[in-house]
């Protein structure tokens, strides 16, 4: 009777977990083009047969958050399941000492844990720079998803200064280098910062198209990130208004 109860019990809890599970979002945004810019990524009718018969591909985040966080489905992009160039994400992490605020950066960690999970997916090439400390700090430069990239999502905390500007700066000589050996790559910046600088330095824009996640956390905020994207020509959303599983 005990195991019959049991597995009776497990039953009901099965549906009602895969039900909580269908309602949870995630972040899958699509990797952004590089040096070939002017081409744009529009939505494609599926394939007929087995290959399209899914449906109309995944959810594009950054078109979605565009306006706002979308009210409705009709302001829901995706992205086709057509077969497209090689893509690159370049994640730079602001995790100075100022990011232990209020858990801003225990909040852009559960970001990043969903970023590594999408790259990892479409077979994205990652490229991880971390700005704390007394100077930036790369882990990978181009590899695939790396499985150690895990290993230094949990390992990473905030401590030190705030060397972003010098991160930014290496992140656009490398980027462009990296334009150079694959023209034909879709790259996209990451930049996640509580924006806490003294002072906005003097920035070149941004050498691929950039979404700048403010993690500032706390009822004073300084606002200084929405500036910093404006230099960039970085699209600007709170890590507020994004909606994590």
Do not use: N
């Not at 497209?84 to 844990?113: E, F, N």
């Amino acid at each position: 009777m005990g195991r019959a109860a049991g597995a009776a019990a497990g039953h009901r809890r099965a549906p009602r977990a895969a039900a909580l599970a269908k309602k949870a979002l995630s972040i899958r945004p699509q990797p952004a083009r590089g040096a070939d810019a002017r081409q744009r990524d529009t939505p494609q009718p599926a394939p007929r047969g087995r290959a399209g018969a899914s449906g109309p591909g995944r959810l594009d985040w950054p078109r979605s958050l565009q306006h706002g966080r979308p009210r409705s489905r009709a302001e829901l992009h995706y992205r086709s399941r057509l077969a497209s160039a090689p893509a690159l994400w370049l994640i730079v992490v602001d995790a100075s000492a100022s990011t232990r605020r209020h858990g801003a950066l225990r909040r852009a960690k559960g970001l990043l844990a969903e970023l590594l999970d999408q790259a990892r997916r479409r077979r994205v090439a990652l490229a991880l720079l971390q700005a704390d400390g007394a100077k930036p700090r790369w882990f990978c430069q181009g590899q695939r998803a790396p499985q150690a990239a895990r290993h230094w999502l949990e390992q990473l905390g905030a401590g030190g200064g705030t060397p972003l500007p010098a991160a930014l700066a290496e992140a656009g000589e490398w980027l462009q280098r990296r334009q150079r050996r694959h023209p034909g790559e879709r790259q996209q910046l990451w930049l996640l910062t509580d924006g806490r600088l003294r002072e906005l330095p003097a920035l070149a824009p941004a050498a691929c198209p950039a979404l700048l996640i403010d993690i500032e956390s706390g009822p004073l905020r300084l606002g200084r990130a929405r500036e910093l994207a404006a230099a960039l020509g970085a699209e600007y959303r709170h890590i507020d208004e994004i909606p994590l599983a």
